[in-house]
């Protein structure tokens, strides 16, 4: 599988995988939102996901594909730190504001910051009929944030913190988007960097939400924990599917497609959670799924 990757990188095919992959990390990452905004506590869903994938990656990471190179550890050591201070500001951010809101600015501020990032780290550049295709996948992006706030009856009292730390996550979102792209490059086999990550990375929240799982109901342990293992493979596929597509193709191009997740986010908020979505919501949406093509048939 790692030759089959290496064969595409660069090439049409996979320019047009790397398509395939950025559009299925979309839908699962609006997935993993959700199942970590579910009814427990978010901290502590996201530990039950962490903690999860960190075991399942364990025998792969030591036995199954090659070890990484010396110079990638102060790339995990990096890595690490960044996904640690995003997960600690996505947590605070569902913690306060409803997900319909805050997940559309977080995924808006993320694309903005990673095609300026990838400017500079890959020397990739947008041309204006893509940059045209970046302001209108915003503005569906913050129109639908703006409609839903609007919308809202509970939680209001959070709402300005709340949309503050969104902003912060999406900040993490275009630096890890960037800074793992650069990872995953680096190493001779992606699926190495893609094991260890997981193996790695798993240890964080479990680590600093243990008084949180010590006041957690017994009868709520195996229904956290079934939550856990599921996300555990969401995240598998989504964030496997990003880093790959940015591998093959252009970093850029793939960060801005993947934010078409807040489509699928507004979808699963009404076919999930009982949402409605109303002739407006939907025009949004159409104009977020219009700026994501613009963005791949001005490339």
Do not use: C
């Not at 939102?33 to 009814?39: D, E, T």
């Not at 504001?97 to 995924?107: K, L």
């Amino acid at each position: 599988m790692s030759d089959f990757i290496a064969s595409l990188e660069g090439t049409p095919d996979g320019h047009q995988a790397a398509l395939a992959l950025a559009l299925l990390a979309a839908f699962l990452h609006a997935l993993f939102g959700a199942l970590q905004k579910g009814r427990h506590d978010p901290w502590l869903s996201r530990a039950a996901i962490d903690a999860s994938y960190g075991v399942i990656a364990a025998p792969f990471a030591l036995f199954v594909f090659p070890w990484p190179e010396p110079h990638m550890w102060p790339i995990f050591a990096g890595a690490f730190v960044i996904h640690a201070g995003y997960k600690l500001a996505q947590a605070m951010t569902y913690q306060r504001g409803a997900y319909t809101v805050v997940y559309p600015v977080v995924r808006g501020t993320g694309p903005f910051f990673a095609v300026i990032g990838a400017g500079f780290v890959f020397n990739e550049h947008f041309t204006l009929g893509q940059w045209g295709g970046v302001a209108l996948l915003l503005a569906g992006i913050y129109g639908l944030a703006i409609y839903n706030l609007r919308t809202i009856t509970v939680g209001r009292e959070t709402m300005l913190p709340a949309l503050g730390f969104a902003v912060l996550t999406g900040g993490f979102v275009a630096l890890y988007t960037t800074y793992d792209a650069y990872g995953i490059r680096a190493t001779a086999d992606p699926f190495t960097f893609l094991a260890w990550f997981f193996f790695l990375d798993g240890f964080f929240m479990p680590a600093i939400t243990f008084r949180r799982w010590r006041r957690l109901p017994a009868s709520e342990f195996a229904p956290l924990l079934k939550r856990g293992v599921t996300g555990a493979f969401v995240a598998y596929f989504s964030f496997g599917a990003i880093m790959l597509a940015t591998r093959l193709d252009n970093v850029g191009e793939a960060a801005v497609l993947r934010e078409t997740s807040t489509v699928f986010a507004a979808l699963i908020g009404w076919l999930v959670l009982g949402e409605k979505v109303g002739p407006r919501r939907t025009a949004l949406m159409a104009l977020i799924a219009a700026g994501a093509v613009v963005v791949e048939m001005a490339g």
